[in-house]
């Protein structure tokens, strides 16, 4: 039995493997139809209208972005490829192909009314010796994608690259983390690393957060290894600092809930838990009476 387990095993990485290798080949994305297109139920509140073929698994939510006067739908896939849809008739207005895979959600910006958004998209390769991750940052227009630029990072990355605007200096920056622990901070224009912590306790999968009180910016990084590793960054102009940093013994994946008056963490245990934002203090606990697997914010 056990080696009819590792042969079926071992067969399915076979098949896993030529799948990947395929999807390298550019073609592949020339091979897809842009849509395929359902007739509306009018006696159904919920029907199908299009749908759009990806090279393998969606796990990152599509985004709808204002560009140029017009909405397009970006979504993307397991196998890199990156579409840009119009979201009436579904028709695929071009495709785009980057290394390894996307997972986590993607982020935007439109700097100073400009007519073209900026897309910033976290991947990960899982190929041998590789293991590593990168945020791509693509100027999109209606037809196309150029590539500005991209920074390693070190770990595979499966949240959302956080974009915010920091009142000194009234500049864009990316709030980023890694499943080695890394955490980065960046110029979110260039691309420029200007501060990086290394292993604040772990894997990262939960989405970062950022708020801002009192006129200070903070970062709020959560773990998702056995000790559920909670940290706060002071972020400056052009680098940051730990403020704060609690165990809370628990796996968290998911995003913090936040304001200036609370931090709200939820863990795998079922256990929702409230922080102060300036010190990290405990106001108070709840623990359900049955483990719910937290995994998600709403």
Same mark, same amino acid.
């Given at each position: &039995?056990?080696s009819?387990n +590792?042969?079926?095993q071992t067969?399915? !990485? =076979? =098949?896993?493997? /030529?799948?990947?290798?395929?999807?390298?080949?550019e073609?592949? +994305?020339?091979?897809?139809?842009d849509a395929?297109?359902?007739v509306?139920?009018?006696?159904?509140?919920?029907?199908k209208?299009?749908?759009?073929?990806l090279? &393998?698994?969606?796990?990152s939510?599509?985004?709808?972005?204002?560009c140029?006067s =017009?909405?397009?739908v970006i979504?993307?896939?397991q *196998?890199g490829?990156?579409?840009?849809i119009?979201?009436?008739s579904g028709? /695929?207005l071009?495709?785009?192909?980057?290394? *390894?895979?996307?997972?986590?959600?993607l982020s935007?910006i439109?700097?100073?009314n400009?007519?073209?958004?900026?897309?910033? #998209?976290?991947t990960?390769?899982?190929?041998?010796?590789?293991?590593?991750g990168?945020?791509?940052?693509l100027?999109?227009s209606t037809?196309n994608a150029v590539?500005? %630029?991209?920074?390693?990072t @070190? *770990?595979?990355?499966?949240?959302?690259?956080i974009?915010?605007?920091h009142?000194?200096g009234n500049c864009y920056?990316?709030l980023? /983390?890694c499943?080695?622990?890394?955490?980065?901070?960046l110029?979110?224009v260039?691309g420029?690393?200007?501060?990086?912590?290394?292993?604040?306790g772990?894997?990262?999968? /939960?989405?970062?957060?950022v708020?801002?009180?009192?006129? #200070?910016?903070? *970062?709020?990084?959560a773990?998702?290894?056995?000790?559920?590793?909670v940290t706060c960054f002071?972020?400056h102009? @052009? @680098?940051m600092?730990?403020a704060w940093?609690?165990?809370?013994w628990?796996?968290?994946?998911?995003a913090?809930l936040y304001? @200036?008056? #609370?931090?709200?963490? #939820?863990g795998v245990d079922?256990?929702?838990?409230?922080?102060?934002?300036?010190?990290?203090?405990? !106001? %108070? =606990?709840?623990?359900?009476?049955k483990?719910s697997?937290?995994?998600?914010m709403?």
């Amino acid at each position: &039995m056990r080696s009819q387990n +590792l042969e079926a095993q071992t067969c399915r !990485q =076979k =098949k896993k493997k /030529a799948r990947i290798e395929k999807f390298d080949d550019e073609r592949e +994305l020339k091979s897809l139809p842009d849509a395929t297109i359902f007739v509306k139920d009018i006696s159904s509140a919920l029907s199908k209208v299009w749908k759009v073929p990806l090279l &393998m698994c969606v796990d990152s939510p599509p985004v709808i972005i204002d560009c140029i006067s =017009k909405k397009i739908v970006i979504a993307t896939s397991q *196998g890199g490829d990156l579409a840009c849809i119009e979201p009436i008739s579904g028709n /695929a207005l071009f495709r785009f192909k980057l290394p *390894g895979k996307i997972e986590g959600e993607l982020s935007y910006i439109v700097i100073n009314n400009q007519d073209e958004p900026i897309l910033f #998209c976290p991947t990960y390769e899982t190929r041998r010796n590789k293991n590593r991750g990168c945020i791509y940052a693509l100027k999109l227009s209606t037809s196309n994608a150029v590539p500005m %630029w991209k920074y390693e990072t @070190n *770990g595979e990355v499966k949240n959302k690259p956080i974009i915010f605007v920091h009142p000194k200096g009234n500049c864009y920056r990316i709030l980023t /983390a890694c499943y080695s622990g890394f955490v980065s901070y960046l110029d979110a224009v260039t691309g420029e690393l200007l501060d990086r912590q290394d292993n604040i306790g772990g894997a990262i999968h /939960a989405d970062p957060a950022v708020l801002t009180m009192d006129g #200070c910016v903070k *970062g709020i990084i959560a773990s998702c290894t056995w000790k559920g590793s909670v940290t706060c960054f002071n972020l400056h102009r @052009n @680098n940051m600092e730990i403020a704060w940093s609690i165990d809370l013994w628990t796996s968290i994946y998911a995003a913090p809930l936040y304001s @200036n008056i #609370c931090i709200i963490i #939820c863990g795998v245990d079922g256990s929702i838990c409230s922080f102060l934002p300036k010190n990290g203090s405990k !106001q %108070w =606990k709840i623990e359900t009476k049955k483990p719910s697997n937290i995994h998600t914010m709403l």
